[in-house]
């Protein structure tokens, strides 16, 4: 299996998907990176997908930032700014539901929030799991509650990296 996005060019993410881009009132980039799934694995069921900075570490108090979780796409492929309008998967809550994201609302956090590193250019890295299963979450789901349902239904998976400046 593989993941591929025209999002990300020579290993980086485009402005328009992260804070140069949309965002919304509370400055959350809104604006959705598109990805395509090639190559997933025979009883495909579901994709399900973690976008997170490792290297927010340092300057978010000690945690890995989410930047997008979802689960039960049935399609190979994501265009942009569909997290904002899709209907046919399930998304939960990013880090900007935290007090360092500013704890806005679960309703706002059930999206894409885009890339907006304070200090240094920071690498996100986009995980993509191919289950032989649909998950039992609802949207405003959190993180933890997929990974407990994806285990024993990972038949594959791939993490695609790119960089965005400050």
């Known amino acids: 299996m593989k993941v591929i996005s025209h999002g990300i060019k020579n290993g980086v993410i485009q402005d328009k998907y992260g804070k140069r881009g949309a965002c919304n009132e509370n400055g959350m980039p809104v604006y959705s990176l598109p990805f ?45 700014n ?37 200090n240094e250019p920071h690498t996100y890295e986009l995980h993509v799991y191919a289950l032989d299963c649909m998950l039992d979450l609802q949207n405003g789901f959190m993180m933890h509650e997929m990974f407990r349902q994806m285990d024993g239904h990972v038949l594959d998976s791939f993490t695609l990296k790119g960089t965005y400046a400050n």
């Open 82 to 118: 569909e997290s904002q309008t899709a209907k046919d998967f399930v998304q939960g809550v990013n880090s900007w539901i935290s007090m360092q994201g500013g704890q806005q609302s679960k309703e706002l956090s059930a999206f894409y929030g885009g890339m907006a590193p304070p």
């Open 36 to 80: 395509e799934v090639l190559d997933a694995p025979q009883g495909t069921k579901s994709f399900a997908l973690l976008l997170e900075d490792k290297d927010a570490f340092p300057v978010s108090g000690g945690f890995s930032w989410v930047h997008w979780v979802a689960c039960n796409m049935t399609r190979n492929k994501i265009e942009e």
